[in-house]
């Protein structure tokens, strides 16, 4: 029994770690079951499994190419940021292109419809400069990859530009005294400090694309242009052909498996610590000046049109017509009490398994035995389960559980929405919250284990002053996805049970642009309110300390 | 943990039924349509004041993406679905409504129907007719195609808009229509049509949208489209494509859901759907032949239409049978 004493030491914070920890893997084996065991007929149709399979390959295909795209204008931004330091802008520039991550996803597609689609602003600028139009590029392939590019490329630029940071100054000034030319310090200086973090990068933007719902699904156009999280929208919402969606539903979960797998073996080599850099003292060359700032320049213009059109369409919108309206005001209540609702639980679950996590990892609490590998893997597995199911596999699941048990669909629905919200922000939040929790546990567990610090007290003392920003941040991070995201609510959106993303998407289906504007707007707003506001108030005015 | 989840679930379902609440308590009748039906300036909004003055009851028309899709909406729904009546379905797709054992006897007499085929069905009952046709803007496209096998042969860059076949009765309309006329070889026409597909939507009012604005040189639509641009909008330049293979005929249907709470109110909508009052509505709002024939008789703008020589259609019960195959069919030959 000795070995378990530790447990009972720390048992209050162990056991609902692992308890939460449970109930989420019993959700996804619910899930699962609902997709592998549940279907007894399985006629295979050969078409069908042509289909699946020229399915499977374009999303592969796209998410190829998003991610090699994404990465290389990354890359190149990244770099043209990093020698250009004195322009004005800078600071907010990358701000705003670090917040793509919690920007609504249709949002930035209306903005980038308006930009470049065949009556958008591009179109009309090349037809008064050279009477040509570049015409409808942006249906099918083209409007995916510009879409998946605009995310993830501006995802790119801020961790790599990290890289480039960390790069001892001393290493510039070597290149400088050999006199490198400019592509030949990125080849032996700059590249091998990127190259490190690209693998665990690019497998992140690969799987993202991979499960993109919202982007394809406005923008492909036409079936040929499908990912199979379309795919499986389809199958429910126009053929209701379950058993297809389940096909598909298993396809999809099998690649998403495998490709968590692969990932998870590709870690970013030792983080990177910025340095404060003082600006260069050299000019950089005429020709690499010039690349640098045009660079920057047409990523600057191509990233801010979008959210200047989303602004200015939406200044245009009749916002009484649309308060007026009883289903968008409901719209709004549900999509502020689902996000509330998900950033609490986000930050209940985060807690618990952080709390639970850190017996393992922190020297001086539960020693190693046979049975700690196999919890700390089931902890650390639980909270990356969005990665291996995607919400529109989560919500088809759900979907299949509310048919089987009585009770209205807004039920289900409510609670899918939830899940999936959650799950989605939790791998997230965990990769802020745990290091930071760590650091705590190893300042302060000896000064609380011996001064008998625990419980309430212990949270107080030692641990919210030193964690309250970065809950800040994970509750905002936590609320803007649940308001932008538009998966499961694609299947289970009615008159009844509506929130804002699905709204637009409905009042973009039906050409009601000023609608659309108005409440993509609205969102926009919402999001960089939110964003900017909750991590101050948690702050508690104090500057964060990260 | 669950009882929070519990509270919370309640308290949002809670709010939305203050928030759907009704004043009044006359019964409602709930209708599933697609979106041009129910839109402003579609046959809903008078077709409900007609009916509200005779009936003591308030009619609400909801909204689907399409026509298939008010029909899944209700399957998705299942038990506890709003839906008292589906309108907007068609003879392609009635049958596999019918097969979802969830529509009950209209109880209508139907001697009264007038469409282009014999009707005798005590499930679905028809409220309107047309036929489908590409429409084009004359002033902008001087030499239309005349045929499936003109179209295919049209350079790359002209382009054309349709439905999708699995969403919207246009577009599983159109996938028959090629199939009547081309048979076997349905696929290969396919195959040289796919080029010219702009965009495939997911009903017919984004496809026609499209079009207006000018992003197709034509869209799938009816043979009395143009009757609304000449009617409405006194504007001829609006014309339907006459095919040489003949035209695919559409009969638009409606039934009652067998979960209905206002079986004696649904059935009195279906009698109400063959009045004149109803079937005069038709033509100027949903912009198609009325179901049977009225005292008023047609107005003025359909006359010059266009009207099929060759009608096809393929029967409901061999639809079925086939239309998931030639949907698959369609879906590889597009480029799936």
Redesign the interface.
Known sequence: MSSFSPLRRFGISFWPGLAVGAALLCLAGTIFAQIVILPQTTTVSAALDAQIWSILRFTLFQAALSTLLSIGLGTALAWSLFHQRRFPGRGALISLLSSTLVLPTLVAVLGLVTVFGRNGWLNDLAEALSGHSFGAFLYGLTGILVAHVYFNASFAVRGLLHRLEAIPAEKFKLARSLGLTPWQRFKLVEWPALKGTLPSMASTIFLLCFTSFAIVLTLGGSPKYNTLEVAIYEAVKFDFDLLRALKLALAQLAVCAFLVVVASGLRASSSAIAQARTPSIWGEPFGARCAQLGITGFCAIAFLAPLAAVLIDGLQADFTKLFAEATFRRALFTSLVLASASSVFTIAIALALGFARRNFSVPGRIPASWWTPVVSRVLAFSGTLYLAIPSLVLGLGFFLIARQFAGPLNFWAVIALLCANVLMALPFSLAILVPAMEKTALRFDKLCFSMGIRGIARWRLAEWPFLRADLGYVAALAFCFSLGDLGVIALFGNQDFATLPWLLYQKMGSYRTHDAAGIALILLALTITVFALVPRVFAGGRDAET | ?TRI?RL??T???A??SI??AQASDKPVLTIYTY?AFAAEWGPAPKLKEAFEKTCACTVDF?TA?SS??A???V??????TKADIVLGLDTNIAEAARATGLFIPHGADQAKLDVPMSWNDDTFLPFDYSYFAFVYNSEKLKTPPTSFAELANLPKDFKIVVQ?P??STPGLGLVLWVRDAYGDKAADMWKKIAPK????T?GW??AY?LFL???ADMVLSYTTSPAYHLIAENDNKYKAAPFSEGHYLQVEVAGIVKSTKQPALAKKFMQFMLSDEFQDIIPTTNWTYPATKTATGLPDGFKGLHVPAKTLLIDGKTVEENRK?WI??W??A???
């Open positions: 943990m989840t919370l679930v308290f949002i379902l709010s939305f928030a759907n979106d909801i993406d298939i899709g029909l899944r909406k399957q998705l729904e299942g038990a506890s999708d699995r969403s597909i702009l965009t495939v997911k009012s984004d949208g604005k000018g992003e195959g698959d069919e879906l590889m597009i480029g799936r």
